[in-house]
């Protein structure tokens, strides 16, 4: 699989001074910059340090069983279009190496909700489906319980309010309060598609 995060940092130097640095023990296969630039930090059939504690789809040990890619960015702002194209780019070649398909391409929030929020509510996951590189809603399905479709996309099973905000983070990230009739819907459309 593939595991998006944003940095959490100021600016690419910032970033790759923690990445490259054993003490923090903390690193990824890929950065990107702002303007795009793509750097290899770890190669991709080696084990980077980017996940941590979680699961996907009933799978744990995430480090061991993924591609980390780290994309320059505090967290508070929109990801750059030089930044998207270049993720872009970059996902064909991963997914066309190591055979990944778009389901298994997630943020760090996905796999370890309550724990981590990266790449964040400013990410453009729509944009990343279109093009053929993660999951989104498909067309209006018949609602069915929202945990049933949770597990089937692959969210881990936890308190249930830190899974719906792990989702909304994703999917939803303007809705608020509890479980809607919408929540429903669009995670079951997720399922569908």
């Known amino acids: 699989m593939v595991v998006l995060h944003y940095t959490g940092m100021a600016d690419a130097a910032s970033a790759r001074d923690r990445l490259c640095d ?19 930090l770890v190669p991709e059939d080696r084990r980077a340090w980017h996940a941590g504690a979680g699961t996907w789809q009933g ?17 508070d702002r929109p990801f750059t279009a030089a930044q998207m194209d270049a993720l872009v780019d970059l996902l064909d070649a991963i997914r066309s190496r190591w ?35 993660a999951t989104w ?17 692959g969210y881990p099973r936890c308190d249930p309010e830190i899974r719906l905000a792990a989702f909304r983070l994703r999917f939803r990230p303007w809705a ?8 429903r819907r669009c995670a079951a459309a997720i399922v569908t598609v």
Not at 22 to 40: C, K, N, R
Not at 176 to 183: F, H, L, N, Q, V
Request: hydrophobic share 30%; no cysteine; aromatic share 4%.
């Open 22 to 40: 054993p003490s923090s023990e903390v690193s990824a296969h890929w950065l990107i910059d702002e303007d795009g630039t793509v750097e290899s």
């Open 59 to 75: 799978r744990d040990d995430v480090n061991s069983r993924s591609i980390g890619i780290e994309i320059v960015n505090p967290g």
């Open 99 to 133: 055979q990944i398909d778009a389901d298994a391409v997630i943020g760090h929030s996905d796999m370890a909700p309550g724990r981590k929020s990266d790449p964040g509510p400013r990410f453009d996951w729509e944009r990343l489906a279109l093009q053929g590189h």
């Open 137 to 153: 809603p498909g067309p209006d399905a018949a609602a069915r319980p929202l945990s049933d479709s949770l597990d089937r996309i």
């Open 176 to 183: 608020r309060g509890p479980e809607t009739a919408e929540d």
